[in-house]
């Protein structure tokens, strides 16, 4: 079965460059999560869409945007990397809203050096 | 927000015993709850969900349960195997479909 696609996997950077990762819902899933995953911690909610609007938005840093396209894959964009924001970055997707299980993509490891 | 709080960071159980793992909530608001397990450098993985208006909740060798009264919810694995180490996470929802995850328990089999 297809599952949330997340890519890249790995990337580094550099303090103060950008990146940007991608996330590709499962088929006919029209909402997408992004968690933020630090070492040793729990995962993070900061921001949702559901059909291409944004639903809901959690700690998500304002130097942080993302947003999800007519296909419904989504992008978190990151500007002004800082050290703090080496984490694992999940994406993770659902049938609508208030359905129950979120399906997990298998995360983006970013690194800030 | 959602305060999410396990009882244990970790537990080491022999294989073949049975597990519980503990979570208390805050917002008695919240409806509907599920159980992920996160092994290492993966993503969260569905184990059992639950919603409000039931108190327990079967699947393959899981067991949740769930007492609204002291907001608790307990996870039971039994015959643990060595392929349940992981991190285990409670996520309740209240409201929209945003999961917030608690500090998780790591959960080691000993063989």
């Known amino acids: 079965a297809a599952g949330v696609i997340q890519s890249p996997r790995h990337l580094i950077k550099e303090k103060r460059e950008t990146a940007t990762l991608k996330c590709y819902p499962i088929?006919?899933?029209?909402?997408v999560y992004w968690y933020q995953q630090g070492p040793g911690q729990d995962p993070q909610f900061l921001i949702s869409?559901?059909?291409?609007?944004?639903?809901d938005k959690g700690s998500i840093p304002d130097r942080f945007s993302a947003q999800q396209f007519s296909d419904y894959h989504s992008e978190l964009n990151m500007s002004s990397l800082e050290l703090g924001d080496s984490a694992l970055y999940f994406c993770?997707?659902?049938?609508?809203?208030?359905?129950?299980?979120?399906?997990f993509g298998e995360g983006s490891r970013l690194t800030v050096l | 927000g959602e305060s999410v709080g396990l009882h244990l960071p970790t537990l080491s159980v022999q294989e073949g015993d049975n597990s519980i793992i503990n979570c208390a909530y805050s917002?008695?608001?919240?409806?509907?709850f599920i159980w992920y397990k996160q092994e290492s450098g993966k993503g969260p993985q569905f184990i059992i969900d639950?919603?409000?208006?039931?108190d327990k909740r079967q699947g393959q060798r899981v067991t949740v349960l769930l007492n609204k009264t002291v907001k608790h919810l307990s996870l039971q694995i039994a015959a643990t195997q060595p392929g349940d180490s992981a991190v285990y996470f409670c996520?309740?929802?209240?409201?929209?479909?945003?999961?917030?995850f608690g500090t998780g328990t790591r959960l080691t089999v000993i063989p």
């Open positions: 917002n008695s608001a919240s409806d509907y």
């Open positions: 639950i919603r409000s208006n039931m």
């Open positions: 996520a309740p929802r209240t409201g929209a479909n945003n999961l917030f």
């Open positions: 088929p006919r899933h029209d909402t």
């Open positions: 993770a997707s659902s049938a609508g809203q208030n359905t129950g299980e979120l399906f």
């Open positions: 869409f559901y059909e291409k609007m944004q639903s």
